[in-house]
């Protein structure tokens, strides 16, 4: 991909893009588009182009290249995902001996570290399925303190260090003397761990994980923070990076019942994780029915009921900020239904409607609560890559669940059915930022009548992040829509839905529906040559 520039002011630069295939609606054929002050100007065919090309102040020719609308993470703990980046990663581990080796060497690299973090661990994918233990870990690190966040970040190893500097630890619910935190006694010593990181690791994190996500084609990021999760400080230190330096959007939803603290730290929703309950990894996700493999009787752990959800939207609703709720389990999942309605009946059925309320993860639905969600208006902020990871027979989802049970999660095409919005994302760094591979995931669920078709997932993953925030004119390549796009080496296009009349009908002219990359598993995904965040540029490949 070449370009010919021509010196202008950045915040009234024209761009011609030509020579490659632009994805947009207003024209299924296109090969050109025009850029102007930040948005786009025109979308047409390349013989179109030439009118343009003498007015512009640069000329980019595209190679054949592909251009689409930037992706939209719609949830992402940006300071954690920078810390797996540049810290302690877990996640290759193949059994405990691996990530006991991991932790030596992490610690010996780290000697000045006043505090050591790791994620990403998942004693359910090791030979022996059990977690590390306090004392092997404060023999790895020298009895250094240590925070290491199990893959779903709901419980975290620890040393004995690190509880040390928690007085009345042992007190809370959720704490075991040897083995990983859980609950009350987890969000405690995670509070700790993350006071314990300096400002200059905190930004350096920070910028990494902005920078990672540009280099992927993402221009918008919805940093998911709240008291529980990370600080105050961390939250605003976010969104003002994210102003003075190039690179994506940041949305910020502080998840707090508090909604004037929300407001007052430039939230635009009291939402993200506010927790209904936990995670199906760490058995705290809320269920109708127990587990299959915990204690009998064990369904996870509530944190807010029907009453409070019912409360926090209605007093969102009425101060205009959007509420959402963290809920995985379908007893966690009722209870947001139930609460909505309430709210409902009290606010008015079109005010709630219109504040586009969310729900993050909802992966346990039923016929009634996708009715429900489709009734109130209600976002479904989910992420595929969790069915990639732990879905199918063997999975984790299966071992916790039964199969039968597992089977029904994160029913994506019934969501689209029933009309319900879905904005697409990562939970990163449960899951690693991946906008291709999460499209992906979606397309070919591990269950197959949860599959929907790529254009249907990438547009979750892009118009679908933007729609969750109130803006239903962006993450679409059209005329006056953001100039957040991203340019792409890729093989050919192609028209991939799990219907195959679907398919090859879409694939004929006569449809005009523009194609994408080819997903099928094994595919080689496309590489991000270059992404653009409002008409500026925030990342360049290497070989551009």
Known sequence: MSTTPTPAPAESRTALLRGGDVHSPADPFATAMVVERGHVAWVGSEGAADAFAEGVDEVVDLEGALVTPAFTDAHVHTTSTGLALTGLDLSTARNRADALALVRAHAAARPTDRILLGHGWDAARWPDSEPLTRAELDEATGGRPLYLSRIDV???????????????????????????????????????????????QRTEAQRAALQHAASLGIGS??????????????????????????????????????????????????????????????????????????????????????????AHVVACTEAGLQAGFHAIGDAAVTAVVDGVRAAAEKVGLGR????????????????????????????????PAFDALWGGEDGMYADRLGVERARALNPFAALLRAGVPLAFGSDSPVTPLDPWGTVRAAAFHRTPEHRVSVRAAFTAHTRGGWRAV??????????????????????????????????????DPRSGTPGLPDLTPGAQLPLCLRTVVGGRTVYVGPDE
């Open 470 to 507: 109130g803006r239903d004119d962006a993450g679409i390549l059209v005329p006056g829509a953001p100039a957040d796009y991203a340019v792409w080496r890729t093989e050919e296009l192609v028209v991939q839905a799990p219907d195959d009349r679907v398919a090859r009908w879409s694939t």
């Open 221 to 310: 990021v919805h940093e998911c923070g709240g008291p529980d999760i990370s600080s105050e400080d961390d939250f605003t230190g976010l969104l003002r990076l994210a102003a003075e330096e190039s690179g994506p959007r940041v949305v910020g939803y502080w998840a707090d019942l508090d909604i004037e603290r929300a407001r007052a730290l430039g939230a635009v929703g009291a939402a993200g994780d506010l927790f209904v309950d936990g995670a199906l990894g760490s058995h705290t996700a809320c269920l109708h029915e127990p587990y299959a493999d915990a204690a009998a009787g064990h369904t996870g752990t509530s944190y807010l009921d029907a009453h409070a959800v019912a």
């Open 352 to 383: 709630v409607r219109a504040a586009r309320h969310r729900v993050e993860h909802a992966e346990m639905l039923s016929p009634e609560t996708i009715a429900s969600f489709a009734e109130f208006g209600l976002t479904a902020s989910v992420q």
């Open 154 to 200: 709901h419980s975290a190893a620890v040393t004995t260090a690190l509880l040390d500097l928690v007085p009345g630890i042992a007190d809370r619910p959720g704490f075991t003397p040897d083995g990983p935190l859980t609950r009350d006694a987890h969000h405690a010593v995670r509070a700790a761990a993350h006071s314990a990181v300096t400002p200059q």
